[in-house]
């Protein structure tokens, strides 16, 4: 029980370090990021009160499942980090409200009622629920993924595809919590600490620098199209375009920036894309990064590090760099600069 005392202790520390950080000390922060911080601070304050459990005669079956009960709310805070996510904007005090509604229903029929059979429906309820984030989260992160792709070339603080290892492991922490909560021993107590504290390292990690946007509706870019310029474009345009003036050299290049050059809009542009290079444009750009650039700097200045090369080819982060170079190159950027650098 000491034990299990330490690791509510250090779990609450570590959401209120953290809460204390983001909403108090952080210079600049998105919506995001405060939505963040609020669940850091309510994470928190729930850990706080499991305290209670570590207390002489408090280790009961009635405790156990009032902590159930409260515990259970924390869904509220997976959806709204979720949304905010893929759908910047999108917590309201209004949408809190109504989300709320079957989590006070439940706790309102347990404190009248509280039987087993109301612990059972409610965890009934919660398994429902998650698999309804889980599965909605999963296909707006995708959507959100292809639109990212379709349209930027810099996509390392504004793309969601962590949130695929994130969902896999917040699903396998919540089986433990439902499980411990049914069966609850000191050792499954900490086992799920532990899951959630390494849960939400991965959250805050990609976190941090991440840069919510918003996708239009399809209703709103069909107009935005209609207003804009749509003169249609020969086969090879783009392509002179990009190669001529190096646009593929600019690190924040966007479909938009590149279709207003043409004189086009970006659904014709998009449709180019994927009809007659077969790439979207983060890929198209990207190549052209490693082919056009990249490349012939390792060739001729085996010297240069990695860094700098990335960062003279037009990309944002070394990561991206190291990851597009061995897509398109079928080995590691060091992999490649090595051969050059034995025949120096």
Known sequence: MNLSAFFIGFSTAFFSIFAIHILCFRNFRTRYQTVLGTVMAVWAVSNLKDLIMTFPGFYTESVLNWIMIIDGWSALTYTLLLFEVVKPGWTTIKRLLLLSLP???????????PTKWVIYAYGIFLWCYAWTVVITGYVKAKRHIS?????????????????????????????????????ATVVTDILYYVSTLALWLMVLRY??????????STDSSFKQQQQSLSLPFSAGDMERLVEEKELYLNANLTLQDLATMMHTNRTYLSQYLRDSVGQSFYDY????RIEKKSISMMREHPEYTLEYIAQQSGFGSIST????????????????????????
């Open 103 to 113: 989590f006070v229903a439940f706790t309102s029929v347990y404190a009248v009622m």
């Open 147 to 183: 639109y990212v792709r379709t349209n930027y070339s810099n996509i390392d603080n504004i793309d969601v595809s962590w949130l695929h290892p994130v969902f896999l492991f917040a699903i396998v922490s919540q089986l433990s919590w439902f499980f411990t909560s049914l069966s």
């Open 207 to 216: 976190s941090w620098n991440f840069r919510p946007i918003a996708i239009p």
């Open 285 to 288: 750009i990207n190549r052209l």
């Open 321 to 344: 760099f190291r990851r597009a170079f061995q897509k398109f190159t079928g080995m590691s950027p060091s992999q490649f600069s090595s051969q050059f650098t034995v025949l120096r």
